[in-house]
T-cell receptor
Framework: NAGVTQTPKFRVLKTGQSMTLLCAQD?????MYWYRQDPGMGLRLIHY???????AKGEVPDGYNVSRLKKQNFLLGLESAAPSQTSVYFC????????????FGPGTRLTVL | EDKVVQSPLSLVVHEGDTVTLNCSYE??????LLWYKQEKKAPTFLFML????IEKKSGRLSSILDKKELSSILNITATQTGDSAIYLC????????????FGTGTRLKVLA
């Protein structure tokens, strides 16, 4: 079991470039989440998904899009990166029902110049 | 607007001290409160507290949920340098779909 994995681990973009962050989980979890973490801000929810083919907006969705075409994968896209999107991005997943425990991926450090 | 507030923002103690970290919340449709420890990378789960489980303990760490005061505390006794980390509080909200509101975290540094 790899748990939750994120690709890439690090990335540097120029303003206006696009990229996709991939989150994959092998625990058959229904729910998946994308967060960003900035200094002094804690974790803020960007988008989340409660199942394959469904997505919903979190606290800070602007500038991001997501897709959940397969249950095990949750993609986060930046269409036109801005310096304000410099952050550490964490993906998490959890099983539906039962415990509320989320399992986190190792994070992606993104810098937008 | 749902809100989770942690205090203090940072704390420096010496090994052997006892610390108490606070988390207060204002949310609709409270479902659970979770504590995480974050060292250099991803948060790792410590405890989950709900209406049916308001007190948890694991070794030197313990946590209590006060649903009347809408708050929780995380206690760490006999602190060690390995306890140095950011401690995050998250509240699970059930508003048709399940999501979590995180506090800003408390940064704990334990000196040898």
């Amino acid at each position: 079991n790899a748990g939750v994995t994120q690709t890439p681990k690090f990335r540097v973009l120029k303003t206006g470039q696009s990229m996709t962050l991939l989150c994959a989980q092998d625990m058959n979890h229904e729910y998946m989440y994308w967060y960003r973490q900035d200094p002094g801000m804690g974790l803020r929810l960007i988008h989340y998904s409660v199942g394959e083919g469904t997505t919903a907006k979190g606290e800070v969705p602007d500038g991001y899009n997501v897709s959940r075409l397969k249950k095990q994968n949750f993609l986060l896209g930046l269409e036109s990166a801005a310096p304000s999107q410099t952050s550490v991005y964490f993906c998490a997943s959890r099983i539906a029902g039962g415990t509320d425990t989320q399992y986190f991926g190792p994070g992606t450090r993104l810098t937008v110049l | 607007e749902d809100k989770v507030v942690q205090s203090p923002l940072s704390l420096v103690v010496h090994e052997g001290d006892t610390v108490t970290l606070n988390c207060s919340y204002e949310v609709t449709n409270f479902r659970s409160l979770l504590w995480y420890k974050q060292e250099k990378k991803a948060p790792t789960f410590l405890f989950m507290l709900t209406s049916s489980g308001i007190e948890k303990k694991s070794g030197r760490l313990s946590s209590i949920l006060d649903k009347k005061e809408l708050s929780s505390i995380l206690n760490i006794t006999a602190t060690q340098t390995g306890d140095s980390a950011i401690y995050l509080c998250a509240v699970g909200v059930d508003s048709g779909t399940y999501k979590y509101i995180f506090g800003t975290g408390t940064r704990l540094k334990v000196l040898a």
